[in-house]
């Protein structure tokens, strides 16, 4: 029995949000890289699961209670959680 692209897609960002808020760096700098690398897997999904989604949106509730010590890192970050929150709304749940 074959595994659809999307079902694959899905186990991989469910695997992923499983581990996220361990990796979710508390340091601005390493934390902007992280969110960068993390918009980009979100923004690729075809669906994600409810579990993810919920993994993500608390990672983004974490990035916006750290303030970053640098103007353009700031910039960089904020611009990485509004790529996430974006990415999120307009991604399906898989059930």
Not at 47 to 72: H, M, Y
Request: glycine residues 4%; without cysteine; charged residues 25%.
């Amino acid at each position: 029995m074959s595994v659809s692209l999307a079902a694959k897609a899905g186990l991989a960002i469910a695997l992923v949000g499983g581990v996220l808020e361990i990796h979710a760096a508390p340091d601005p700098a390493t934390q902007t890289d992280f969110l960068e690398r993390l918009a980009v897997r979100i923004e690729h999904a075809s669906v994600v699961t409810p579990d993810t989604r919920a993994s993500v949106t608390r990672v983004i509730e974490r990035a916006l209670a750290v303030q970053g010590r640098d103007a353009k890192q700031e910039a960089s970050r904020q611009l990485a959680i509004v790529r996430l929150e974006s990415a999120l709304r307009a991604i399906p749940d898989r059930n």
